[in-house]
């Protein structure tokens, strides 16, 4: 019988008095990741008994408003490439990249 391996990703956020996040920081040993700041998070784990999203959204004060835009565009198109290895679902893949496609024109995202 083999080991069991297991992971750890870590998110440590520093927050203000009034809980909104100042800092944000991540760790992932396996992936050499050590307290590497970021601006913005957006977690979703999937609750398999219950059969919904459970979700953490959160941005510090000094996320912009143009990174955040960047930021969702290129989680959509992720998402995308996400969906098509797990689905394999090709049509469907296409359709959102489609839609990314609109959303980066209709935000001026691209050049």
Not at 21 to 33: H, N, R, S
Request: glycine share 2%.
């Amino acid at each position: 019988m083999s080991a069991i391996l297991t992971s750890e990703i870590k998110f440590e956020i520093e927050l203000d008095q009034n809980r909104v996040p100042e800092k944000l920081f991540w760790t992932a040993q396996d992936g050499g990741v050590t307290k590497e700041e970021a601006k913005a998070i957006m977690l979703s784990v999937w609750d398999g008994k219950a059969k919904e999203t459970m979700r953490i959204d959160l941005w510090t004060k000094e996320m912009p408003v143009d990174e955040m835009k960047i930021f969702f565009h290129q989680t959509l198109v992720a998402m995308a490439d996400t969906f098509k290895r797990a689905t394999d679902d090709e049509k469907m893949a296409d359709t959102m990249k489609d839609f990314c496609d609109y959303f980066a024109e209709k935000l001026k995202l691209t050049k």
